[in-house]
C-alpha cells in the first residue's frame, strides 16, 4: 500500500509548531524580523513541499539516459524537417 503524498508526521508536525512560535517570536522582537523570519520559513516550506509532492521526479528512467550504450538517436521524420531557403 503506498502512502499519500502529503501524510505529515508527527515529527513534521512538531517542526510546523516549532517554526510558527519562532515566527511569533521573531514577531515580537520587530516587524523586520517576522518578515524576514516569514519570507524564510515560506522558502522552505515550498521546498519541503515539492521534494514530498515529487515535482523534479523523473518519469522514466530509460528515457533519461544519453544515446551511446548501443542506442541510436531516434529518426526524425522528412517531412517534418522545413525545406532549405531557394536562392535564385
Known amino acids: 500500500m503506498e502512502r499519500s503524498g502529503l501524510q505529515l508526521s508527527v515529527a513534521?508536525?512538531?517542526l510546523l509548531v516549532a517554526c510558527v512560535a519562532f515566527n511569533l517570536w521573531l514577531f515580537k522582537l520587530g516587524p523586520l524580523l517576522?518578515?524576514?523570519?516569514l519570507n524564510i520559513t515560506k522558502h522552505v516550506v515550498i521546498a519541503w513541499l515539492c521534494q514530498v509532492?515529487?515535482?523534479?521526479?523523473?518519469?522514466n528512467r530509460a528515457a533519461a539516459r544519453p544515446f551511446g550504450h548501443g542506442e541510436?538517436?531516434?529518426?526524425?521524420n522528412p517531412g517534418l524537417i522545413p525545406p532549405?531557403?531557394?536562392?535564385?
Do not use: Q
Not at 532549405?84 to 535564385?88: E, I, S
Open 72 to 76: 541510436t538517436a531516434p529518426s526524425v
Open 53 to 59: 509532492l515529487g515535482v523534479d521526479r523523473r518519469r
Open 34 to 37: 517576522g518578515i524576514i523570519g
Open 84 to 88: 532549405p531557403p531557394h536562392t535564385p
Open 12 to 14: 513534521t508536525m512538531l
